[in-house]
């Protein structure tokens, strides 16, 4: 079975300073998306594909990364984008990490 | 603007079955590109896909949970609804309905592209 793991489980940032997260799975795998999840809210999809932004997903949002290793990095951290943020591999069915949190 | 709403009890007994319900605005439930799923938060097991449907009923199962599990559509009303057997207190979580677009429909892998609110469940007696 597939697992996940991301790394790490909480990153200081700054606002305006760029954030890496990352994301590893135990199989190689294209089939990664990212999710951004604030307080009380649903999660909502960032990037699909590895490296596909979702609709109107800023700029600053980028994915990479193939195989096992995976990274999604925020470019110039705006107060907005302090949350969770999930991958999710869908390489047979949804399956998802245990999340780091960007504050 | 696609809109997705959970509904059903937030208390549910322990061997009870759980049950829930999606309703699907501002858009086509019938769309031949997207599936219907759930999803649950808890914090011990984090996000975790329970089950999807496409429209004409095809449907997809975590297997870890299958055994327990029935989700069904009615293109009707615009609504799709999970049944949850034998439920305990590990199945207490947030749980949210989703569109869900597959990237291969014959095993129902994909993403999650818009999200309901989400409804709390509570399995306690």
């Known amino acids: 079975e597939m697992e996940l793991t991301q790394s790490p489980a909480t990153l200081s940032v700054s606002p305006g300073e760029s954030a890496t997260l990352s994301c590893r799975t135990s199989q190689s795998t294209n089939f990664l998306a990212w999710y951004q999840q604030k307080p009380g809210q649903a999660p909502r999809l960032l990037i699909y594909g590895a490296s596909t932004r979702a609709t109107g997903v800023p700029a600053r949002f980028i994915g990479g990364g193939s195989g096992t290793d995976f990274t999604l990095t925020i470019s110039s951290l705006q107060s907005e984008d302090f949350a969770v943020y999930y991958c999710q591999q869908y390489d047979k069915w949804p399956f998802f990490g245990p999340g780091t949190k960007v504050d | 603007q696609l809109r997705l709403q959970e509904s059903g009890p937030g208390l549910v007994k322990p061997s009870e079955t759980l049950s829930l319900t999606c309703t699907v605005s501002?858009?086509?439930?019938?769309?031949?590109?997207?599936?219907w799923g759930w999803i649950r938060q808890s914090p011990g097991k984090g996000l975790e896909w329970i089950a999807s449907?496409?429209?004409?009923?095809?449907?997809y199962y975590n297997p870890s949970l299958r055994s327990r599990l029935t989700i069904s559509i009615d293109t009707s009303t615009k609504e799709f609804s999970l049944k949850m057997s034998s439920v305990t207190a590990a199945d207490t979580a947030l749980y949210y309905c989703?569109?869900?677009?597959?990237?291969?429909?014959?095993?129902?892998?994909?993403?999650?592209?818009?999200w309901g609110q989400g409804t709390l469940v509570t399995v306690s007696s």
């Open positions: 501002g858009g086509s439930i019938r769309s031949s590109s997207y599936l």
């Open positions: 989703a569109r869900h677009e597959y990237f291969d429909f014959w095993s129902g892998s994909g993403w999650f592209d818009s």
């Open positions: 449907i496409y429209y004409s009923g095809n449907t």
